[in-house]
C-alpha cells in the first residue's frame, strides 16, 4: 500500500473517530461514547493497567503512547499504565488473573483462552487479516518447494506454533522435514545465515531487513499457503473488570480509536512521541517508521472501519486449529469477543 493510500485512510480514520469522540448526532449516538463521557465526568479517573503481548517494547504500542501523550485518555476520565509480561505465553494469563485489566494478545491465544473458560474476552481487532509468513534473507528465494530441510527460527509462541503447520501442510512437509529453532531475536540470525529461513510478521521483520540492508526480504506469506486469514492482535479485556467498568472500557477504545487515526495521519510525530517515551526501545527511527507505517496498513477493515470483530474470523480461527488438532473444545465466537465497548458515530 502506497503512502497516498495510507494517508487517505488515516484521513478518514481521523474524521471517524473524532465523530465517534463527539458522539455524533440524532438518536444514533453510540452507548460507547455517551458511557465513556460519563466515566471523564467522575472526580477521580478511573486507573488502567494494560499489558503488551511481548516482554519488550515496540512500536505497536504507539496507539496508546499518542492517546496518553495527546491527552485522549485525560478525556476519557481514565489513566492508563503499561506493563510487559515475562514470556509471550504470559500475555493473555495476565489478563485472566487481572493483574492487567486490558491487553494486547493473539487470537490464537484467545481461542485457547476459550476454551479453557478462562475469563479474557476480545474487546476490538488491533489489525484485521493475516500478516505472519516466512522469510529468507534478500537475494534468497523461498517458495513451498524450497522449505525441505531448512533451519527456521521461530519465537516458539501460539501464533507461530499454530500457522507454521498449515504452510508445511502446503508444501507436503511435517515438521520432521524441517529444523525448527526457538530464539529470542531472529533478524541478526537470518541476516549471517545462522538459520535459512525465519518466521514473523510484516511488520516487524521487512522493517528490520530495510533497515539493516536497505532490500526486501524473501516473503512467504502464510495466508496465500493454507493459514487462516485472520487477524492476527486483539485488544482484550478481563471479563470481570470489563463488566464492573464498562464506561472505562468503552472509554479507552474511544481514546485508542483517536490516537490511532492520528498516529495513522501523522507518522512522523507518532513515532517521536514513541522514541520519547521509550528512549531504550532498541529500534532506529527508521525501523519504528517502517514498522509502524506497515502496521497502520492493516489496522482497518474494508470499510475503513477499526477494531470491528465479526463471528466469522472467530469461526474461521477455530476450525483451522481444530483440523490441524490444537483445539479440541472450541468457544463460541459470542464468548471470545464483543463489539459492545467500541466508539460509534
Same mark, same amino acid.
Given at each position: ?145 524450497? *522449505? ?72 512467504? *506469506? ?50 517521536? *512521541? ?67 465497548? *467500541?466508539?460509534?458515530?
Amino acid at each position: 500500500m502506497n503512502f497516498t493510500r495510507l494517508l487517505t485512510i488515516a484521513i478518514a480514520l481521523v474524521i471517524a473517530a473524532t465523530a465517534a469522540a463527539c458522539g455524533g448526532s440524532g438518536s444514533g449516538s453510540s452507548t460507547a461514547t455517551s458511557s465513556a463521557t460519563s466515566a471523564a465526568s467522575t472526580t477521580e479517573p478511573v486507573s488502567i493497567t494494560f499489558s503488551h503481548d511481548w516482554p519488550t517494547v515496540d512500536f505497536e504500542i504507539i496507539p496508546l503512547v499518542v492517546a496518553d501523550e495527546q491527552g485522549y485518555f485525560a478525556e476519557q476520565g481514565i489513566n492508563v499504565e503499561v506493563v510487559f509480561p515475562p514470556d509471550p505465553a504470559s500475555a493473555t494469563k495476565i489478563v485472566a488473573t487481572g493483574d492487567s485489566q486490558l491487553g494486547l494478545i493473539t487470537t490464537t491465544d484467545m481461542v485457547f483462552a476459550g476454551e479453557k473458560d478462562l475469563p479474557v474476552i476480545a474487546i476490538g481487532n488491533y489489525t484485521m487479516s493475516n500478516n505472519w509468513g516466512l522469510f529468507t534473507k534478500p537475494g534468497v528465494p523461498i517458495s513451498l518447494d524450497t *522449505l525441505k530441510g531448512k533451519k527456521i527460527a521461530t519465537y516458539g509462541d501460539s501464533w507461530t506454533n499454530a500457522m507454521l503447520p498449515f504452510v508445511l501442510d502446503q508444501a507436503g512437509l511435517t515438521s520432521k522435514d524441517v529444523e525448527t529453532v526457538v530464539v529470542d531475536w531472529d533478524l541478526p540470525l537470518l541476516l549471517s545465515g545462522k538459520v535459512d529461513v525465519t518466521t514473523n510478521t510484516t511488520n516487524f521483520l521487512i522493517a528490520g531487513v530495510q533497515d539493516e540492508t536497505g532490500k526486501e526480504p524473501g516473503m512467504l *506469506l502464510a495466508k496465500d499457503n493454507g493459514a487462516p486469514n485472520v487477524p492476527v492482535w486483539v485488544y482484550a479485556a478481563n471479563k470481570e473488570f470489563a463488566a464492573q467498568n464498562p464506561a472505562a472500557v468503552k472509554g479507552f477504545m474511544a481514546a485508542i480509536a483517536k490516537a490511532t487515526a492520528w498516529a495513522g495521519a501523522h507518522p512522523d510525530e507518532a513515532v517521536a *512521541l514513541y522514541e520519547k517515551a521509550y528512549a531504550d526501545n532498541g529500534g532506529s527511527t527508521k525501523y519504528n517508521m517502517i514498522g509502524w507505517k506497515d502496521t497502520f496498513t492493516y489496522m482497518a477493515n474494508s470499510d475503513g472501519q477499526l477494531f470491528v470483530q465479526t463471528d466469522q474470523q472467530w469461526i474461521d480461527l477455530n476450525s483451522a486449529l481444530s483440523d490441524i488438532g490444537q483445539l479440541k473444545s472450541p468457544a463460541e465466537p459470542s464468548v471470545l469477543y464483543t463489539n459492545e465497548y *467500541l466508539p460509534t458515530p
